[in-house]
């Protein structure tokens, strides 16, 4: 069965979407998903991106079931690992993604971020701050969006053009291998065939360095966007000779 293992209900902060809702579009494409919800630890704005989990777990176990798994989005931040790796150890997740949404305490947007420097100066810190990041959290299932940057980059050419950051994404990318996490492959850019070609030599350069895995995410906010373009993610993923997986209880399953 295919799963969307990235998707945001009520307790992230920027979805209205109820979980019945949810449930009842993957029950009409005849796929799994995993509930993902926001939660990034110290956030520019504090108010943001934070949900209860002991409310999140009460309330969302009874829809648990064999298509529908409970899992989280970690936003990533280096001095954060030790504090996430607890809350990680201590709810029964069954799949945790991490991810970059904030680089130097600042929102990886336009105005925040920008200021003056070079798409090539952003992107390095960018990926500095990834690398930094996944090196904490070793415990993390999967490295969520590494095209996050691309999304709300002002630029008329957002892509990341392999070639130019290989001396960054590599160190990111045999690290994950090592240690036999996975990465995401998060279709929410994927209408665009220059954003799923930019990405190609990238996951194909993580099977040559080792990586096995991959999870599969529309990242939906709303009813509408689950399980999009999860063909084309797939089609990536085969491309690669990647393995689409999704996860149950914090353990990897095949896809199909
Ligand atoms: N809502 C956006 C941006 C975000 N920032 C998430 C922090 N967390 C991603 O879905
Ligand atoms: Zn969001
Ligand atoms: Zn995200
Ligand atoms: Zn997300």
């Not at 995993?34 to 999140?56: A, G, R």
């Not at 994950?176 to 799923?196: H, M, T």
């Amino acid at each position: 069965m295919i799963f969307d293992s990235h998707v945001h209900t009520r307790f992230s902060t920027d979805s209205q979407m109820f979980i019945e809702e949810a449930i009842a579009k993957a029950k009409s494409l005849d796929i799994g998903i995993i509930v993902t919800e926001h939660m990034d630890l110290e956030y520019p704005q504090p108010e943001f991106f934070k949900f209860n989990l002991d409310d999140y777990f009460r309330e969302y176990d009874r829809y648990r079931n064999p298509r529908l798994r409970l899992g989280i989005e970690m936003g990533m931040r280096c001095e954060l690992a030790e504090k996430s790796r607890e809350m990680a150890a201590q709810y029964p997740f069954d799949f945790i993604i991490g991810s970059v949404h904030v680089v130097d305490k600042k929102e990886i947007y336009p105005e925040a971020f920008y200021q003056g420097r070079s798409k090539k100066e952003a992107y390095d810190r960018y990926f500095d701050t990834m690398y930094a990041c996944v090196k904490g959290f070793d415990f993390v299932d999967t490295l969520g969006h590494i095209d996050y940057i691309c999304r709300y980059a002002a630029l008329e050419d957002p892509e990341i053009d392999y070639v130019d950051f290989r001396d960054r994404i590599d160190p990111i990318l045999t690290l994950l291998a090592e240690r036999g996490q996975a990465i995401e492959i998060n279709s929410r850019r994927f209408d665009n065939p220059r954003a799923v070609e930019s990405l190609f030599p990238i996951y194909r350069r993580f099977r040559e360095l080792g990586g096995q895995w991959v999870t599969i995410g529309s990242d939906a906010h709303n009813p509408s966007d689950i399980g999009r373009r999860l063909d084309k993610a797939l089609e990536l993923a085969e491309r690669c000779q990647l393995r689409p997986i999704w996860f149950d209880k914090r353990k990897p399953q095949l896809m199909k």
